[in-house]
């Protein structure tokens, strides 16, 4: 089974800046989006950026302005630019695809990264 796997993860001083990466192990055909999560220590799971099939972009607006999600659909693969860091924006972040298919019971198949933690401290 294909899976993503996420490097790119650090510690980085406030306003610093870091590039996540994830890529498949393999071919996805059908893609929908391909999203970044994020989730600190007992919160909830926020979603951070998406990019469609199409190319749109949308963001938080926590990090809007200051991350830029990117994707090689060619590759498989798909990248978070993140600036201007701040110690709120730790958190370890998850790289999502969504396969969209009528094969599949619900139309859509989720694939999850193993998640790469950031962390934005002095």
């Known amino acids: 089974q294909v899976q993503l796997v996420e490097s790119g993860g650090g510690l980085v001083q406030p306003g610093g800046s870091l590039r996540l990466s994830c890529a498949a192990s393999?071919?996805?055909?059908?893609?929908?989006?391909m999203n970044w999560y994020r989730q600190a220590p007992g919160k909830q799971r926020d979603l951070v950026a998406t990019?469609?099939?199409?190319?749109?972009?949308n963001y938080a607006d926590s990090v809007k302005g200051r991350f830029t999600i990117s994707s090689d659909n060619a590759k498989n693969a798909m990248y978070l630019q993140m600036n201007s860091l701040k110690p709120e924006d730790t958190a370890v972040y998850y790289c999502?695809?969504?396969?969209?298919?009528?094969?599949?019971?619900?139309?859509?198949?989720?694939?999850w990264g193993q998640g790469t933690q950031v962390t934005v401290s002095s």
């Open positions: 999502n695809i969504v396969q969209r298919s009528p094969a599949y019971f619900n139309g859509e198949k989720n694939y």
């Open positions: 990019i469609t099939s199409g190319g749109s972009t």
């Open positions: 393999g071919s996805i055909f059908g893609i929908g989006s």
